[in-house]
């Protein structure tokens, strides 16, 4: 049982564009909302979060946008630059336990 | 600043041998979790430990083991090793059970069995 549904598994998007990478969840339990960003070779990295309370969080080109209602959330990606290549995962966790639980990953690709 | 670190960074075994994964953090974490992944599959929870002491299954703990040695290290064992154990495995750390905080990862141990 898929918790966390990832779409798409792969995105190609032009220099300048805007890059949109969905999540959606059925716990209603899930209390907290991660975005993390990995390069080939390395770990995950954190990279914005989001909690029920608010329907959107922006830092700098990266924005949550958080619809509760329909239990899901999507990351967007402003003005979208070749250095934005890489894995996106999302992720969702309630803090009745400390599991974390991950999507199947975003492979993103900028054209130059 | 070491973060969390993992050793080895790759290892071959042949089916049906064992091997321990070695996790440590210098940042006075308290949770500490070991995920594996797959391509297409993304990152699967493993086992996870939220405090000194304690540790819980994950979503796929068959056929591993774990060992909260201390507040710094988590150590994943492979008792006896199948090819649908490869994978590249990552350990993570938290400061906060809760998760009220940033996951920290290390860089991934690479794991292929023959």
């Known amino acids: 049982q898929q918790q966390v549904k990832q779409s798409p598994q792969s995105l190609i998007v032009q220099k300048g564009g805007i890059s949109i990478i969905n999540c959606a969840y059925e716990?209603?339990?899930?209390?907290?909302f991660p975005w993390y960003q990995q390069f080939p070779g390395k770990g995950p990295a954190l990279l914005i979060a989001i909690r029920p309370d608010v329907s959107e969080k922006k830092e700098g080109r990266f924005t949550i946008s958080f619809n509760k209602s329909a239990k899901q959330f999507s990351l967007h990606i402003m003005d979208s630059q070749p250095g934005d290549s890489a894995t996106y995962f999302c992720a969702a966790s309630d803090n009745r336990d400390d599991k974390i639980i991950f999507g199947k990953g975003t492979r993103l690709h900028i054209l130059p | 600043n070491a973060g969390v670190t993992q050793t080895p960074k790759f290892q071959v075994l042949k089916t049906g041998q064992s091997m321990t994964l070695q996790c440590a953090q210098d940042m006075n974490h308290n949770s500490m979790y070991w995920y594996r992944q797959d391509p297409g599959m993304g990152l699967r929870l493993i086992y996870y430990s939220a405090s000194e002491g304690t540790t819980d299954k994950g979503e796929v703990p068959n056929g591993y083991n774990v060992s909260r040695l201390n507040k710094r290290e988590f150590s994943l064992r492979l008792e006896s090793a199948a090819p649908s154990q490869t994978s590249v495995y990552f350990c993570?750390?938290?400061?906060?059970?809760?998760?009220?905080?940033?996951?920290?990862f290390g860089e991934g141990s690479r794991l292929t069995v023959l």
């Open positions: 716990n209603t339990a899930f209390d907290y």
């Open positions: 993570a750390s938290t400061r906060l059970a809760g998760n009220t905080g940033e996951l920290f």
